[in-house]
């Protein structure tokens, strides 16, 4: 079974901090991403990448940053937390790109921000 | 947005009944993928269905597509406790290279 974990499970944060959330897959998946849940909603794309180095912003990447340095890993950072920002964020991984693709998820990191 | 729904959609039912979830959306997809999120989980893909199935099986799941009134709809026959969750559908995103979710619709099946 594909694995992806998440860490950590919960943090919370100041205002003005950086937070660093990290994501670890073992799918040996090109495609990994990272989406936002807030409270009786769905799910928001904020980046994703599709190979090491590199990448790409999705719907949402204000005030997000993203680093992929391999395959296996990929962290989503916020350089200055704010209010806004407290939600269930989650990594995925996919084999490849496209609306046909099965997405495999994390657990989620909560993350408030105080 | 490309949905029709934006709010999180909650049902209530007793084990053993039935139960269809729909969802609408706005720009033109070939595939609907539904997933299923249990409490304190990631979300987990059930089924996913292309245009040309227009209704798709998977043990107790049957989910339908109908790209005319671009709609889709997962039911669940026989509902145990342990279906429990909130069910997402999910589509082609702009430009057609990425998933995009729906609001979901929180399903409370009591014993």
């Known amino acids: 079974e594909a694995a992806v974990t998440q860490s950590p499970r919960s943090k919370v944060a100041v205002t003005g901090g950086k937070v660093t959330l990290s994501c670890h897959q073992t799918n040996n998946h090109d495609y990994m991403y990272w989406y936002r849940q807030d409270t009786g909603h769905g799910l928001r794309l904020i980046h994703y990448s599709y190979v090491a180095d590199s990448t790409e912003k999705g719907d949402i990447p204000d005030g997000y940053k993203a680093s992929r340095p391999s395959q296996e890993n990929f962290s989503l950072i916020l350089e200055l937390a704010s209010l806004s920002q407290t939600a269930v964020y989650f990594c995925?991984?996919?084999?490849?790109?496209?609306?046909?693709?099965?997405?495999?998820f994390g657990h989620g990191t909560k993350l408030s921000v105080l | 947005s490309q949905w029709g729904e934006e709010n999180l959609q909650a049902l209530s039912i007793q084990e053993g009944e039935d139960v269809t979830m729909n969802c609408s959306y706005k720009?033109?997809?070939?595939?609907v993928q539904w997933y299923r999120q249990k409490s304190g989980k990631g979300p987990a893909q059930l089924i996913l269905i292309r245009s040309n199935e227009r209704e798709k099986r998977s043990g107790r799941l049957r989910a339908t597509l109908d790209t005319s009134s671009q709609s889709s709809s997962l039911s669940i026959t026989g509902t145990l406790a342990t279906d429990t969750a909130v069910y997402f559908c999910a589509t082609e995103g702009t430009g057609g290279y990425k998933v995009v979710f729906g609001s979901g619709t929180r399903l409370l099946v009591s014993p």
């Open positions: 720009t033109y997809t070939t595939v």
């Open positions: 995925a991984s996919s084999a490849a790109r496209g609306p046909n693709e099965r997405l495999f």
